[in-house]
């Protein structure tokens, strides 16, 4: 075994309490093999990585158990009591980190072999082989002309080169444990089935074991050869990841599986649990079974004794009183569609619309080269339409976003609000405009005014000029706007700094809500949440429909999330609309090259289907 | 009022923070000091008795009890002295400083907020203004608007409203990018509106911060102008007059340099102190920066 976890826990002192943040770890990687460690925000995961590198946030130590890595000697070394100068050698050697941001974890003012180099000096290689093997290095990660590559600066490539990299320094000197936390989060989806492909390649030719941390489910059923699922710093689930991702056992992990949107077969609403994670100062109040609060299967027991880790088949391991017992539950019922009026008006036409950046003037008053956000998309919503805009980073469709809003003056192209063309602002065209649609914004933490109560941000619109409702008038609209989006009243008088990142978004909407607009534009809303939170969001959209007829803008880079949510769908490439229509016609046979590499970077539900999808379709996507 | 969790926060910090509570003390007990002056002061402060000029301190060989910080060159206490002197520095540096504040923070924020020619202008205007030696530029302006208390303090206005508009604007651009910003104006709130309602708020922690440090400036350049004689009255105790007084007889009579010097030098290192404890107290940046490190 390669790294072995026995018992190992984690505290904190928190208020004068100890808090377990990770309780009892118990894992084993075998030289050669993925361990996925899965779990939502807050779970605990990132914490193994931090104890491997010693960086445990002050107040934090390791109060128990150990952490065995097996030397090439063959001796076995506890990392967390090993001296710091022995750990120091094993780090970056023995075992290497594939960071979470490629682009922050590359220094910057340094090229590419000057970070190599430096990299390879620490492993003793001599200098006059150094740049031969950066340039063998950078050729095992599929890296096009690495010899092209050696003089440039971080910032000159693109994130999944910046991965790529980081990547082949971590595999460099053929370490025994390399530890990836998150390395595919902050990419694309085509981005991220490449990277994949590379870490699994290497890993495989290596004999190297590989820790993967990751959030998502599917990508971890992927990727590893066990899974061990985490919640609130305890081991919920763990065995073989075929076992845990198909057939999980935990009513957690049941959870986590069925708050995905399936990419096909057919749709059902998905089952959300109440509530979200506790945090951290909450963990030493959970008395039982960590998992109890939110449990949909719970009974008088489980809130009174604290589970154990039980062997439900050969290697299959769950914390859960009734883990066996309880049947997975019924199939909810079928998602019904709800199609859109054809007839009417539609509330929102954009035609051919598209937005140029002038470039900067030097001092000269000569302007540098525009960049073209938009270059023309078109889009139609009909009222209670829900419509998708897919895409990748730098497509477009964030901008495009804006310009529907008005938030940017196009530079092309019309923009129709009920049939009235608003393209261009004014008065009277922003009230039109303003009246029909409204924003939600992607980062709640950045569109919340830290300063405004909750009561204050819903019901900012009454604040507006001409608008003269009193406060009692904008209380009792503010309650009514809680109610509708699912939050507890009593937050009404609390700031967004006091609020989990569920109800910031949730917050976000109702604000939105508050003019009872027509048709909503939502940027990205849900790529910042936890799978658990993003599934409650969506339902909270669906019932928004159901309830009040809104319409909605979906932007997403996420093709499983539209198609759960959206009837039609465009789908959006460097500013232009690639292609357009139903959305379950677009997923049955896409059309456009684009539209299909994209379908086959995102990881399938079915495992026996094979992904990553091999190079070729790869590089159509991300070129 | 009702406190946001993030104020009250700010509020507490603000009260535990060692500078914070030194330097306030300081300038609240020079403030008592200078307000209760007609009634704790032993003498008129132009009152001479040319009997007994040059009296050193009450402690000293040769001191007297009526005169507790001794007596200048036409016999006149500087305890009194010193303590009406405190009533000018403090009134000076309360309005030059909300001046320069006002001034500064206003085209800050519309420049922030229009970018484009507005902002090109005010930066523009700000480099230009910046460029100039402050002294020289306060002796210019006073030179041609004339000497006075009230002079000193458009003069100081004048001046250093670029000191506030530059970090305030820096500090504006960030806030600006923020989506609540573009949220705002969804909700249909006008410019005025965003800019007081939205931007102003998030800019108060940076203008406290400022304010104690610019009152700290105005207290030296109101003493440097008094000085020079371009600032009050010569009758009027101010505590640069006191020092161009008495810098003539230094050598008799040093306390008569030492002891305005030492107010000046307390009550700068009060608003110092206050500024710097305030700005590591509000500054999101270092709060932040703290809270990742002790969870």
């Not at chain 1, 048709?519 to 309830?547: C, K, W």
Request: hydrophobic fraction near 50%; include cysteine; charge should be positive.
């Amino acid at each position: 075994m390669t790294l072995t976890a026995r018992g190992l826990t984690v505290s904190a002192t928190l208020g004068g309490k100890r808090i377990d943040v990770l309780r009892d770890l118990d894992f084993a990687i075998a030289p050669g093999k993925v361990l996925g460690l899965v779990g939502e925000s807050g779970a605990g995961k990132s914490m193994i990585g931090r104890v491997l590198a010693r960086s445990l946030p002050p107040g934090f130590s390791v109060t128990s158990g150990r952490l065995d890595f097996l030397r090439p000697d063959g001796e076995s070394r506890d990392l967390v009591t090993v001296p710091g100068p022995e750990l120091s050698r094993l780090l970056g050697d023995r075992i290497a980190f594939i960071p979470q941001e490629p682009l922050t974890a590359l220094n910057p003012l340094m090229t590419i072999e000057a970070q190599f180099g430096e990299h390879l000096e620490r492993l003793g290689l001599p200098a006059s082989r150094r740049r031969a093997r950066i340039v063998e290095a950078l050729a095992e990660v599929r890296l096009p002309a690495p010899e092209t590559l050696l003089e440039r600066f971080p910032f000159q490539l693109s994130g999944g080169q910046c991965q790529r990299v980081l990547i082949a320094m971590a595999f460099a000197s053929e370490p025994a444990l390399v530890v990836a936390d998150e390395p595919t989060t902050a990419l694309d989806v085509s981005t991220q089935a490449t990277i994949v492909q590379i870490m699994r390649r290497l890993q495989r030719e290596h004999v190297t074991s590989l820790l993967f941390i990751t959030h998502d489910l599917r990508l971890a059923a992927r990727v590893c050869d066990d899974i061990l699922v985490l919640y609130a710093g305890e081991v919920v689930e763990r065995g073989p990841a075929r076992a845990v991702s198909q057939a999980p056992r935990h009513p957690y992990t049941r959870a986590l599986q069925a708050a995905n949107p399936p990419l096909d077969g057919p749709l059902t609403r998905l089952v959300t649990l109440p509530d979200q994670m506790p945090g951290l100062a909450a963990f030493a109040n959970l008395q039982g079974c960590r998992f109890a609060p939110r449990c949909p299967t719970r009974d008088a027991g489980c809130a009174a004794s604290s589970p154990t880790l039980r062997e439900v088949a050969p290697g299959h391991f769950v914390r859960c009183a009734d883990a066996c017992s309880v049947a997975a539950p019924a199939a909810p019922a079928v998602l019904r569609r709800l199609e859109a009026a054809s007839s009417g008006v539609p509330v929102l036409v954009v035609e051919n619309v598209a937005k140029r950046f002038a470039g900067k003037r030097d001092w000269l008053g000569r302007r540098s080269a525009g960049v073209d956000a938009v270059k023309s998309a078109s889009l139609t919503v009909r009222p209670g339409e829900f419509v998708g805009v897919v895409g990748e980073s730098g497509s477009g469709k964030s901008t495009l976003a804006r310009l529907i809003m008005g938030l940017e003056t196009p530079t092309g192209g019309r923009v129709l609000v009920d049939g009235q063309d608003v393209t261009q602002g004014g008065r009277e065209t922003r009230a039109i405009r303003l009246g029909a649609l409204q924003m939600v914004f992607q980062d709640p933490q950045s569109a919340l005014n830290p300063r405004r109560p909750v009561e204050r941000l819903v019901t900012q619109t009454m604040e507006a000029k001409g608008s003269n409702a009193s406060e009692a008038q904008r209380l009792e609209r503010a309650r009514e706007l809680l109610r509708e989006t699912g939050l507890p009243p009593e937050l009404i008088d609390r700031y967004p700094s006091q609020l989990s990142g569920g109800q910031k978004q949730r917050v976000n909407i109702a604000r939105a809500l508050c003019v009872t607009p027509r048709l909503l534009v939502a940027d990205e809303i849900v790529s910042g949440l936890d799978v658990s939170v993003q599934a409650q969001i969506l339902n909270l959209l669906l019932d928004l429909r159901a309830e009040r007829g809104v319409g909605l803008v979906f932007i997403s880079h996420d093709l499983a999330v539209v198609r759960y949510l959206c009837s039609r769908m465009i789908v959006m490439r460097h500013g232009l609309v690639v292609e357009e229509g139903e959305t379950e016609a677009i997923f049955a046979a896409p059309k456009h090259a684009y539209t299909r590499a994209l379908m086959a970077a995102a990881p399938p539900d079915d495992l026996d289907r094979p992904w990553p999808p091999d190079a070729a379709a790869l590089a159509a996507a991300e070129g | 009022m009702r406190l946001s969790p993030r104020a009250r926060a700010a509020w507490l910090r603000c009260l535990t923070d060692p500078r914070v509570v030194t330097g306030g003390l300081l300038i609240l007990s020079i403030a008592t000091l200078g307000l209760l002056a007609p009634w704790i002061a032993p003498h008129d402060p132009q009152e001479q008795d040319l009997l007994a000029t040059l009296m050193p301190p009450a402690w000293a060989v040769g001191g007297e009890a009526r005169f507790p910080f001794g007596t200048d060159t036409l016999g006149r206490c500087i305890a009194s002295r010193l303590l009406y002197g405190a009533r000018i520095a403090l009134y000076v540096s309360v309005t030059a400083a909300t001046g320069a504040m006002l001034l500064g923070t206003l085209l800050a924020i519309l420049a922030a907020y229009f970018g484009g020619w507005v902002d090109w202008l005010i930066s523009r205007a700000v480099d230009v203004w910046m460029a100039f030696p402050p002294v020289v530029l306060a002796l210019i302006l006073l030179v041609g608007m004339g000497a006075g208390v009230n002079k000193v303090i458009l003069a100081i206005i004048l001046i250093d409203w670029t000191r506030f508009c530059r970090v305030i604007r820096s500090e504006a651009l960030v806030v600006m990018v923020r989506d609540y910003i573009a949220a705002a104006r969804l909700a249909g709130f006008g410019h005025r509106q965003i800019m007081l309602k939205e931007m102003l708020p998030a800019m108060i922690p940076l203008v406290i911060t400022m304010m104690s440090i610019e009152m700290g400036i105005a207290v030296i350049v109101e003493a440097i102008m008094s000085f020079v004689g371009l600032s009050v009255e010569p009758d009027v105790p101010a505590w640069g007059v006191m020092i161009a007084d008495a810098r003539q007889t230094m050598h008799q009579a040093p306390w008569g340099v030492i002891l305005p010097v030492g107010a000046i030098f307390l009550t700068v290192l009060g608003f110092n102190l206050l500024g710097d404890g305030l700005r590591r107290a509000l500054d999101a940046r270092l709060v932040l920066s703290r809270a990742v490190a002790t969870p």
